[in-house]
């Protein structure tokens, strides 16, 4: 049965223990978590403080089941400067670590980028380079995964990279490795294709999905809205989703919270998810 998750990226100004509480109060399962430079769970955290995150969720009746990270937007796997590189493969190592301490089953990697409208720093690099880089680099990040027994999902994002579900599936593929698949993000795919065509595509190989929805209409970041309220086919992308035989997490990742009375996306969403995952009109 699939599971009823959200992002730690949904709340505002809130601690980690904070947010559990809220999470569970509107009925959801679990958090993905978030690994950053500063915080509560962060590049240098300690074992105890990570058992304290950990113990702030059990006590909380909330499950830990994923590990996502924004440093990949200061740090690419396809950089063209190799000590870049390097630091992007060894936050991906300490992503994967931290999933083991938490008890996560999935870390989400950004497999690297082309360029990035809100990341221009990055640059721009040769999408052959990129392609090849990110292939050698997410192959040793595969073996990694297998040792520290964490998945990761690659995430299909607004990178300029892995465009369409073929080049998707055959990167997945090229790699050939059980410890590697699809993060399958819903909304992030409604700029340029349709969200149902990928998850028919990719099929076995999703490991998590996020939920998110926009419209089309409105371009770039501006078009991503809350749930039901863009294009997203979600009967369709369901349906899909049980033709593939899934039955894991569905993680709304609802950026950015509402700048007022935040704490309402939480509950908005949790209902929004409700409907689409029970087929109410």
Same mark, same amino acid.
């Given at each position: 049965?699939?599971?009823?998750?959200?992002?730690?990226?949904?709340? *505002?100004?809130?601690?980690?223990?904070? /947010?559990?509480?809220?999470?569970?109060?509107?009925?959801?399962?679990? $958090?993905?978590?978030?690994?950053?430079?500063?915080?509560?769970? *962060?590049?240098?955290?300690?074992?105890?403080?990570?058992?304290?995150?950990?113990?702030?969720?059990?006590?909380?009746?909330?499950? =830990?089941?994923? &590990?996502?990270?924004?440093?990949?937007?200061?740090?690419?796997?396809?950089?063209?400067?190799?000590?870049?590189?390097?630091?992007?493969?060894?936050?991906?190592?300490?992503?994967?670590?931290?999933?083991?301490?938490?008890?996560?089953?999935?870390?989400?990697? #950004?497999?690297?980028?082309?360029? $990035?409208?809100?990341?221009?720093?990055?640059?721009?690099?040769?999408?052959?380079?990129?392609?090849?880089?990110? #292939?050698?680099?997410?192959?040793? %990040?595969?073996?990694?995964?297998?040792? #520290?027994? $964490?998945?990761?999902? #690659?995430?299909? $994002?607004? @990178?300029?990279?892995? %465009?369409?579900?073929?080049?998707? *599936?055959?990167?997945?593929?090229?790699?050939?490795?059980?410890?590697?698949?699809?993060?399958?993000?819903?909304?992030?795919?409604?700029?340029?294709?349709?969200?149902?065509?990928?998850?028919?595509?990719?099929?076995? *190989?999703?490991?998590? &999905?996020?939920?998110?929805?926009?419209?089309?209409?409105?371009?770039?970041?501006?078009?991503?809205?809350? =749930? %039901?309220?863009?294009?997203?086919?979600?009967?369709?992308?369901?349906?899909?989703?049980?033709?593939?035989? !899934?039955?894991?997490? =569905?993680?709304?990742?609802?950026?950015?919270?509402?700048?007022?009375? /935040?704490?309402?996306?939480? !509950? @908005?969403? /949790?209902?929004?998810?409700?409907?689409?995952?029970?087929?109410?009109?």
């Amino acid at each position: 049965m699939m599971k009823k998750g959200i992002s730690i990226w949904s709340f *505002r100004g809130k601690s980690l223990q904070e /947010s559990f509480a809220l999470a569970k109060k509107a009925d959801f399962d679990g $958090v993905e978590v978030a690994l950053a430079e500063d915080g509560e769970i *962060r590049l240098d955290s300690s074992p105890n403080g990570l058992k304290q995150v950990k113990r702030q969720a059990d006590d909380a009746g909330i499950e =830990l089941y994923s &590990v996502a990270s924004g440093l990949y937007w200061k740090y690419s796997l396809t950089s063209d400067d190799p000590a870049q590189r390097a630091k992007a493969e060894s936050v991906a190592k300490t992503q994967l670590d931290t999933a083991a301490a938490l008890g996560c089953e999935t870390v989400l990697i #950004v497999p690297g980028a082309v360029s $990035v409208c809100f990341a221009p720093e990055l640059g721009v690099v040769s999408y052959d380079k990129a392609y090849e880089r990110s #292939v050698e680099a997410m192959g040793r %990040l595969a073996g990694y995964a297998a040792k #520290v027994k $964490v998945s990761i999902g #690659v995430e299909n $994002v607004w @990178n300029n990279f892995l %465009l369409s579900p073929l080049e998707m *599936r055959d990167f997945i593929d090229k790699i050939d490795s059980p410890w590697l698949g699809s993060y399958f993000d819903v909304g992030n795919v409604l700029y340029t294709g349709y969200p149902e065509q990928w998850i028919q595509i990719l099929g076995k *190989r999703i490991k998590k &999905v996020h939920f998110k929805d926009y419209r089309r209409a409105a371009g770039c970041l501006d078009g991503f809205v809350d =749930l %039901l309220a863009g294009d997203t086919d979600y009967p369709a992308v369901i349906s899909a989703l049980k033709n593939t035989g !899934y039955d894991g997490w =569905l993680t709304a990742e609802m950026i950015p919270p509402y700048r007022h009375y /935040s704490d309402t996306i939480v !509950y @908005n969403t /949790s209902r929004a998810m409700d409907s689409i995952i029970g087929g109410s009109k």
